[in-house]
């Protein structure tokens, strides 16, 4: 993922790679499931997790594309996946 920044002459891109939300979810994941064993009718976290690791498994399977652009005046915003 980059995070894109541009103003007038000033450019700043921040490169986020997904595999590092990947692998803090996954490591999340464990806590949650120590919860989940410790206290077994609190299911909703469990599915949380299941469900964001789902998602960040199918942005990186999709490929190259942006999420978000905002210009105004000389200034850029965006946000791609590539």
Do not use: C
């Not at 996954?26 to 499931?33: A, P, R, T």
């Not at 469900?51 to 942005?59: A, D």
């Amino acid at each position: 993922m980059l995070l894109g920044v541009r103003h007038r002459s000033f450019r700043f891109i921040l490169p986020v790679p997904l595999f590092v939300f990947y692998d803090l979810l996954w490591s999340l994941n464990d806590l949650v499931e120590l919860g989940t064993r410790a206290f077994p009718r609190q299911k909703l976290p469990s599915i949380i997790m299941r469900s964001l690791m789902n998602i960040l498994q199918e942005l990186r399977q999709i490929g190259p594309w942006q999420l978000m652009a905002v210009s105004f005046g000389d200034s850029r915003i965006s946000i791609d996946f590539k």
